[in-house]
């Protein structure tokens, strides 16, 4: 039984363990993408400069300590979040990453799923990000999730819907 459990923490020690400072940009981005969760903040504090500058629908972000709180707040509520990425454009040091994002919320629609299709842009330096935008529907993502406000905002799209 010990050497079971000896096995097991070992493994698992190399997983959580695991640096990126043998990975590549797209790799790091991926990896970043698909383990952040709130469990493993760390995750922000190897991946981005001390000096990153993130934008979103939501606002702007300047520093590593307010994208770390960003990260945490935006996550407290989380009960799943996965990323899946069809395409990576990569220039240099610069990447666009197209990805499909499903997420669950108690605090959004009604604890369903949301999906939602975006993308973001990363600029590395030195091996750490110090840009990083992501472009998506706010509308889709929030506002259509919440009661009433987002039967209005349904409403509203529905009158600007063009017909096939």
Same mark, same amino acid.
């Given at each position: 039984m010990k050497i079971i459990l000896f096995f097991i923490l070992t493994l698992s020690s190399l997983t959580w363990g695991q640096t990126m400072n043998n990975m590549t940009n797209?790799?790091? #981005?991926? /990896?970043? #993408?698909?383990?952040? +969760?709130?469990?493993?903040?760390?995750?922000?504090?190897? /991946?981005?400069?001390? +000096? %990153?500058?993130f934008h979103d629908p939501i606002g702007t972000i300047k520093g590593l300590g307010q994208m770390r709180s960003y990260y945490e707040n935006l996550y407290k509520n989380v009960k799943t979040i996965? /990323?899946? #990425?069809?395409? #990576? %454009?990569?220039? $240099?040091?610069? %990447?666009? $990453? %197209?990805?499909?994002?499903?997420?669950?919320?108690?605090?959004?629609n009604n604890g369903e799923p949301i999906i939602l299709d975006g993308n973001s842009v990363i600029k590395f330096k030195n091996g750490k990000a110090v840009y990083h935008r992501d472009y998506f529907d706010m509308g889709a993502f929030i506002y259509e999730n919440i009661p009433f406000f987002g039967y209005v905002v349904k409403k509203i799209k529905q009158q600007f819907k063009v017909e096939k």
């Amino acid at each position: 039984m010990k050497i079971i459990l000896f096995f097991i923490l070992t493994l698992s020690s190399l997983t959580w363990g695991q640096t990126m400072n043998n990975m590549t940009n797209r790799e790091k #981005f991926q /990896f970043v #993408f698909e383990k952040l +969760n709130k469990d493993s903040m760390h995750l922000v504090d190897e /991946f981005y400069d001390k +000096n %990153i500058e993130f934008h979103d629908p939501i606002g702007t972000i300047k520093g590593l300590g307010q994208m770390r709180s960003y990260y945490e707040n935006l996550y407290k509520n989380v009960k799943t979040i996965k /990323f899946e #990425f069809s395409q #990576f %454009i990569e220039s $240099g040091d610069d %990447i666009v $990453g %197209i990805w499909k994002m499903t997420l669950v919320t108690e605090k959004l629609n009604n604890g369903e799923p949301i999906i939602l299709d975006g993308n973001s842009v990363i600029k590395f330096k030195n091996g750490k990000a110090v840009y990083h935008r992501d472009y998506f529907d706010m509308g889709a993502f929030i506002y259509e999730n919440i009661p009433f406000f987002g039967y209005v905002v349904k409403k509203i799209k529905q009158q600007f819907k063009v017909e096939k």
